[in-house]
């Protein structure tokens, strides 16, 4: 079973820094393209990063080129979001999500999300 | 960046009835790479169809996924009470987009 646990999501002054995990299981996590996907509150979906399998190619939505990093550890089946300059418009619920294969972003796992709030 | 309009934003309907929802593209898809989602409140979303038309493990076949180009549809033949829920389209092909959303509600 595919298992995706989020965490690091919390309350950030404007201007703030924070970073998020999501801990893989059931799968092996190499062979597969990970992306973080934000839901602000009532809102839609929107993609913000995904990294390949190998970690060799990243994607960034336009609203958080230059102040977000994505990353992942294969050894520890994890992927991280590096969230910097964060801004109230970056309040929402972070999903990791698991790609069908090595590069393709349609995603077949989802985690639970966290919550990220952006005020003072 | 790929802008995809769903249509229409809600759609009321009752149990046993079709539903069909579409997804435009500001321009051609790549691959015709569209995926369906289904999201239910409190819940992360669900995939339903990949690469246009391919079903995802254990969904069933009154879902149904069509189109090409920048026109693309999802169809729900003959609606069961849990299929009322939020429909996101998305195109994984050249940059990565979701459509809006269309909301399905029982009529």
């Known amino acids: 079973e595919v298992i995706l646990v989020e965490s690091g999501g919390g309350l950030v002054q404007p201007g703030g820094s924070l970073r998020l995990s999501c801990a893989a299981s059931?799968?092996?996590?190499?062979?597969?393209?990970m992306s973080w996907v934000r839901q602000a509150p009532g809102k839609g979906l929107e993609l913000v990063s995904a990294?390949?399998?190998?970690?060799?190619?990243?994607y960034y939505a336009d609203s958080v080129t230059g102040r977000f990093v994505t990353s992942r550890d294969n050894a520890k089946n994890t992927v991280f979001l590096q969230m910097h300059s964060l801004t109230a418009e970056d309040t929402a619920l972070y999903y990791c999500?698991?790609?069908?294969?090595?590069?393709?972003?349609?995603?077949?796992?989802w985690g639970q999300g966290t919550q990220v709030t952006v005020s003072s | 960046e790929i802008v995809l309009t769903q249509s229409p934003a809600t759609l009321s309907l009752s149990p046993g009835e079709r539903a069909t929802l579409s997804c435009g593209a500001s321009?051609?898809?790549?691959?015709?790479?569209i995926a369906w989602y289904q999201q239910k409140p409190g819940l992360a979303p669900r995939l339903l169809i990949s690469d246009v038309s391919k079903r995802a493990t254990g969904i069933p076949d009154r879902f149904s996924g069509s189109g090409s180009g920048t026109d693309f549809s999802l169809t729900i033949n003959r609606l069961e009470p849990e299929d009322f829920a939020v429909y996101y389209c998305?195109?994984?092909?050249?940059?990565?987009?979701f459509g809006g959303g269309t909301r399905l509600e029982i009529k």
């Open positions: 999500a698991k790609s069908t294969n090595s590069r393709a972003m349609d995603y077949d796992s």
């Open positions: 321009q051609s898809v790549y691959s015709n790479y």
């Open positions: 059931g799968f092996t996590f190499g062979n597969f393209a």
């Open positions: 998305q195109q994984y092909g050249r940059s990565l987009s």
């Open positions: 990294i390949i399998g190998n970690g060799a190619n990243t």
